[in-house]
């Protein structure tokens, strides 16, 4: 089984930046797409950012795309999430995932990825 481990979240004041990392053992096929989805207290799970593990195809939440940057390390160990200038609304539970299975667009759908890590907080305070 993959195991899928978020770190890099904590406690940071509106404006700050702070780059998540997932990192990814026990993998025997490859991870095809990478996926940052967040979730808030009482709100549905939300597609933020996503990654084929070629690096060739990237999506993010429109409303994300100016301040987050997801990207894969080069050896295709891990994948990162850098979210700069960040706003209160940006608190949340932000858990990566991984699709097995091929695919040729980076899906925005948590049931298109088979793979879920414990996820990491990240809290904004104002």
């Known amino acids: 089984q993959v195991q899928l481990l978020e770190s890099g979240g904590g406690l940071v004041q509106a404006g700050d930046s702070l780059r998540l990392s997932c990192a990814a053992s026990?993998?025997?096929?490859?991870?095809?797409?990478t996926g940052w989805f967040r979730q808030a207290p009482g709100q549905e799970r939300e597609f933020v950012a996503g990654?084929?593990?070629?690096?060739?195809?990237?999506r993010y939440l429109d409303a994300l795309k100016d301040r987050f940057t997801i990207s894969r390390d080069n050896s295709k160990t891990m994948v990162y999430l850098q979210m700069n200038s960040l706003k209160p609304a940006d608190t949340a539970v932000y858990y990566c995932?991984?699709?097995?299975?091929?695919?040729?667009?980076?899906?925005?759908?948590?049931?298109?990825?088979?793979?879920w890590g414990q996820g990491t907080q990240v809290t904004v305070s104002s």
């Open positions: 995932a991984d699709r097995s299975r091929y695919t040729s667009v980076v899906p925005t759908d948590s049931d298109e990825y088979n793979f």
């Open positions: 026990g993998r025997t096929f490859n991870s095809y797409a």
């Open positions: 990654i084929r593990w070629s690096g060739d195809s990237t």
